[in-house]
């Protein structure tokens, strides 16, 4: 009997064991599935992009509306168009990108080839090359006036699509392509920080040697004509005035009386005394704040990757941290423990004793 209350207490003390463990780590993990610090970063839209004639052509970055697959053409980011850092102190790139309009630019991820997954046709998800077919990925940025400054980004190269892509690789649609900074490697879930986008549609053009013609939806600015100016002409005219003149007037001297100035009246000064208040010094209470931040949630149970997407003003990364089965989990052996311990809690049905 008292092996079988000793074995009793022993499993009743590790269902209560197990039901502590699997209440906090259920709470770890609900903390870490919406605790702010395991979501992805913002990503920011920082603007358009202007598709544009290349600078050294005629017309240099002028608005270009329209071309073929062999049209060289730029993009024009807005004055000052930087990384958060540089690559020379901070490690960032830039990357450019074409992706159909349904890919929000947000949830790019990229590595040295370009946005993945890599695709053409249906799935086509590319980088953009230039005229002589190189890939315009991981492109450094100029070296910041200060240390941890900005990195900015500067001589977008002339870029085209026939110097690379084949008849059926780009089909007839629309398309995001932009120019986007990154940090680190794409498992990384807030590499992808800022991006510039602009959109082109294609259309089919059996003439064309891809098979597509291509518009630009960027709005390009508005020209105003300059005004002309009719020159005025002045007609000079002489007038000729004969002399006029005025004879003397004799103003006749006047006489003042002199003026009795009444004696002054002086009147005393009156010194009013001063009143010296002392100053009261209030002691002031500075109360300071620790705020605990979490680096990792790399040794959480049940971490993994997630894509979300959202719209192109700049939504979130993919998010991260516990998922919604390693809750449950957590929560139904937190249930399973609680039984159990409360049913060895209860009166035994051979002594009738109460194991406590």
């Known amino acids: 009997m008292i092996h079988h209350q000793t074995r009793r207490r022993f499993v009743r003390f590790a269902a209560r064991t197990g039901a502590s463990g699997s209440a906090v780590m259920l709470a770890i993990s609900a903390w870490a599935t919406w605790s702010p610090e395991f979501l992805?970063?913002?990503?920011?839209?920082?603007?358009?992009?202007?598709?544009?004639?290349?600078?050294?052509?005629?017309y240099g970055g002028a608005p270009l509306p329209s071309g073929t697959?062999?049209?060289a053409f730029t993009l024009d980011l807005p004055e000052g168009a930087a990384c958060v850092g540089d690559s020379a102190g901070g490690g960032w790139r830039w990357q450019s990108y074409m992706v159909p309009a349904t890919v929000d630019p947000s949830t790019l991820k990229f590595n040295a080839n370009g946005p993945v997954p890599a695709g053409v046709g249906a799935d086509f998800r590319q980088p953009?090359?230039?005229t002589f077919g190189s890939p315009l990925v991981d492109q450094s940025t100029a070296i910041a006036d200060t240390a941890g400054g900005p990195g900015l980004i500067l001589n977008v190269p002339a870029l085209n699509f026939a110097a690379v892509f084949s008849p059926g690789d780009i089909l007839p649609g629309a398309y995001n392509l932009g120019i986007a900074c990154t940090l680190g490697p794409p498992t990384d879930k807030d590499q992808l920080e800022r991006y510039w986008n602009t959109q082109l549609t294609f259309e089919e053009d059996a003439a064309d040697p891809l098979g597509v013609t291509w518009t630009s939806t960027t709005v390009p600015p508005t020209t105003v004509p300059p005004t002309t100016t009719i020159p005025t002409t002045t007609i000079p005219t002489t007038t000729t005035?004969?002399?006029?003149?005025?004879?003397?007037?004799?103003?006749p001297p006047t006489t003042v009386p002199p003026t009795t100035v009444p004696p002054t009246t002086t009147?005393?000064?009156?010194t009013i005394p001063t009143t010296t208040i002392p100053t009261t010094t209030i002691p002031t209470t500075t109360t300071t704040t620790v705020s605990a931040a979490v680096l990792s949630n790399s040794?959480?149970?049940g971490g993994g990757l997630q894509t979300t997407a959202t719209d192109g003003a700049g939504g979130r990364l993919p998010e991260t941290g516990a998922s919604s089965q390693t809750l449950?989990?957590?929560a139904g052996l937190l249930a399973a423990f609680g039984l159990l311990a409360a049913f060895l809690g209860r009166e035994s049905p051979t002594t009738g004793e109460r194991i406590e």
Do not use: C, K, R, Y
């Not at 992805?40 to 005629?58: D, F, H, L």
């Not at 005035?241 to 103003?251: E, G």
């Not at 009147?267 to 009156?270: E, L, V």
């Open 328 to 330: 449950m989990t957590w």
């Open 128 to 130: 953009l090359f230039d």
């Open 40 to 58: 992805g970063a913002v990503v920011t839209n920082a603007g358009s992009a202007q598709v544009v004639v290349p600078e050294g052509a005629i």
């Open 241 to 251: 005035v004969p002399p006029t003149t005025v004879p003397p007037t004799t103003v």
């Open 267 to 270: 009147i005393p000064t009156t």
């Open 69 to 71: 697959s062999s049209t």
């Open 299 to 301: 040794g959480l149970p």
